[in-house]
Nanobody
Framework: VQLVESGGGLFQTGGSLRLSCVVSGDIFSTLAMGWFRQAPGKEREFLAA????????FYADSVKGRATISRDNDKSVVYLQMNNLKPEDTAVYYC??????????????????WGQGTQVTVSS
């Protein structure tokens, strides 16, 4: 599985963004997916996740109420919409595949293979 994130850039405080992650292969509809970010000098942080189907979603407290994760199984894409951006949202954002039966909120519950990520910079 290859992961290609896009949609990053320079944003203003209070603005919005939508990130996309295209997943290669024909198995996307069977994959639970998550979004993460890593700021300089900090550990990678879980942001949001959703299962293969249904309405369940999971969010970190840092983005709850500002972020929405969604997926389009026909296009093999998972999205992350974020509103009310803050300078502390500046980071490289990644998507990844969740391993079955593990915690939704732990970075360790996702594949050890990461894409290149997409840089998000929020100016104050």
């Amino acid at each position: 599985v290859q992961l290609v994130e896009s949609g990053g850039g320079l944003f203003q405080t209070g603005g919005s963004l939508r990130l996309s992650c295209v997943v290669s292969g024909d198995i996307f509809s069977t994959l639970a997916m998550g979004w993460f970010r890593q700021a300089p000098g900090k550990e990678r942080e879980f942001l949001a996740a959703l299962p293969t189907a249904g309405r369940s979603t999971f969010y970190a407290d840092s983005v709850k109420g500002r972020a929405t994760i969604s997926r389009d199984n026909d296009k093999s894409v998972v999205y992350l919409q974020m509103n009310n951006l803050k300078p502390e949202d500046t980071a490289v954002y990644y998507c990844n595949v969740k391993t079955p039966g593990s915690s939704w909120y732990s970075v360790d519950s996702y594949s050890s293979s990461w894409g290149q990520g997409t840089q998000v910079t929020v100016s104050s």
